[in-house]
């Protein structure tokens, strides 16, 4: 099955701790993002790579990295988790930037205490 | 700037139409999207438009767009309770990233 899956689904997390969310798509897909989701202020990209070792930064990158060493994963890397990056994130995958919409991971939500 | 917007709740009595509004900014945008999001769940493709074109059926969803006006709705018709969550609509923006509404929550009562 064509898939995104993220893990974990649930991290409760505390501050200064470092974590990973690990993104991994099946479908050979070159472009990748990252989005965050708060209520009322919808998804914000947070960082995207258009191909291997190709990454740039989005709307609201502060405080993530990520990494494309391999086609199928694309982490978000938390360095130094704060409480305003508890939230719903979401990976994306498409075959290209301009394919018809995109393929969405579940999602993972992530409190930082 | 790119922005999105859309109102925030619907509510619609069951087997009645729903009609979801949005308007966006960018006037380049190449397709327009409707996602939907059910509770704990990711967010589903339900429908794209291309720029060019005025109006898209597919089954219950019927997509409007009126690009002089920059204005984008979703209408399903027959609307069932299954039909209950968020609709975000979405836009092509620069820097390859869609661009999201805020999102309408819709609650179908029975």
Known sequence: EAQVTQNPRYLITVTGKKLTVTCSQNMNHEYMSWYRQDPGLGLRQIYYSMNVEVTDKGDVPEGYKVSRKEKRNFPLILESPSPNQTSLYFCASSLSQASYGYTFGSGTRLTVV | GEDVEQSLFLSVREGDSSVINCTYTDSSS??????????????????????????????????LLNKKDKHLSLRIADTQTGDSAIYFCAEDGSSYKLIFGSGTRLLVRP
């Open chain 2, 30 to 63: 190449t397709y327009l999207y409707w996602y939907k999001q059910e509770p704990g769940a990711g967010l589903q493709l339900l429908t794209y438009i291309f720029s060019n074109m005025d109006m898209k059926q597919d089954q219950r969803l019927t997509v």
